[in-house]
């Protein structure tokens, strides 16, 4: 789906590879499987399988047609560091990305040992930054992974944020990202485990965005934490100055 999106932090999605199995507490109420089933009844040909994982040599080409500059969410119908996903694939997904300056994009895994795994082997051009999710404390792990990535932005996704992120240590971190979890059975998230986060990033220089609340928290609050929207983002690394922020 080269499409527009309704994600707060991106403007587009781009998925050459669809679906994905749950490794950690953030993938239980799952909105990419949700959906996936929604399109296989509606008789979506790329969903056909579910939500088994599927790459997608017809989409790979799609980022070099798009005129535009955007910022663009990779694989937000999949994890593209899943066991399942070729090395082979995931190297041309990058040389794409490589080729398409004009585009900034956002790359989320919560498969990180396998990310620092391939790191080595991918181009890592200016406009691609790297993500992992860290939901809660049992994942600050990932973020150790992530340091060893030549990313020129790494950043953090704390959603679905579940629990406080005690000791949260963001050196060689470039972007946070909140926010609870949505969904009818999502799980409430705690404004101290958000104000947390942020006083982090704010200790360490790091730029925060928060994205919404969680259950019905998200149309009764809205994007506001203490009576403002917080919508941060890292220098472009191919244009600003460092340690430079700017705000959408």
């Given at each position: 789906m080269?499409?527009?999106?309704?994600?707060?932090?991106?403007?587009a999605?781009?998925?050459?590879v669809?679906?994905?199995?749950?490794?950690?507490?953030?993938?239980?109420?799952?909105y990419?499987?949700?959906?996936a089933?929604?399109?296989?009844?509606?008789g979506?040909?790329?969903?056909r399988?579910?939500f088994a994982?599927?790459?997608?040599?017809?989409?790979l080409g799609?980022?070099?047609?798009?005129?535009?500059?955007?910022r663009?969410?990779v694989?937000?119908m999949?994890?593209l560091?899943h066991?399942e996903?070729?090395?082979?694939?995931?190297?041309r997904?990058?040389?794409?990305m490589a080729?398409?300056?004009?585009?900034q994009?956002?790359?989320?895994?919560?498969r990180s040992?396998r990310l620092?795994?391939?790191?080595?082997?991918?181009?890592?051009p200016?406009n691609v930054w790297?993500?992992?999710t860290?939901?809660?404390a049992d994942?600050?792990?990932r973020i150790?992974?992530?340091?060893?990535?030549?990313a020129?932005v790494?950043?953090?996704s704390?959603?679905p944020?579940?629990g406080?992120?005690?000791g949260l240590?963001?050196t060689?971190?470039?972007?946070?990202?909140?926010g609870g979890e949505s969904?009818?059975?999502?799980?409430p998230v705690q404004?101290?485990?958000?104000?947390?986060?942020?006083a982090?990033?704010?200790?360490a220089g790091v730029?925060f965005f928060f994205?919404q609340?969680s259950?019905?928290?998200?149309?009764?609050?809205?994007?506001?934490?203490?009576?403002?929207?917080?919508?941060e983002y890292?220098?472009d690394p191919?244009?600003?100055?460092?340690g430079t922020?700017?705000?959408?």
């Open positions: 080269g499409e527009r999106s309704l994600i707060g932090w991106t403007e999605t781009w998925n050459p669809t679906g994905c199995s749950k490794v950690s507490a953030g993938c239980a109420n799952c990419a499987e949700a959906m089933r929604r399109l296989a009844a509606m979506m040909a790329r969903y399988d579910g994982v599927r790459c997608h040599e017809e989409v799609e980022p070099l047609r798009w005129r535009r500059p955007r663009v969410f694989n937000s999949s994890d560091f066991e996903v070729p090395a082979e694939f995931i190297r997904i990058f040389e794409v080729r398409c300056g004009r585009h994009f956002q790359v989320l895994t919560k040992g620092a795994e391939l790191a080595g082997g991918l181009p890592w200016p790297m993500g992992v860290v939901e809660r994942c600050l792990w150790d992974d992530l340091r060893r990535v030549p020129a790494r950043f953090l704390c959603e944020l579940l406080p992120l005690e240590d963001l060689g971190i470039g972007w946070v990202i909140v969904g009818p059975r999502a799980r404004e101290e485990w958000i104000d947390g986060i942020h982090a990033c704010q200790r730029p994205k609340w259950g019905r928290d998200i149309r009764k609050r809205g994007p506001y934490l203490h009576g403002r929207r917080w919508e890292p220098a191919r244009e600003a100055e460092s922020l700017w705000e959408a």
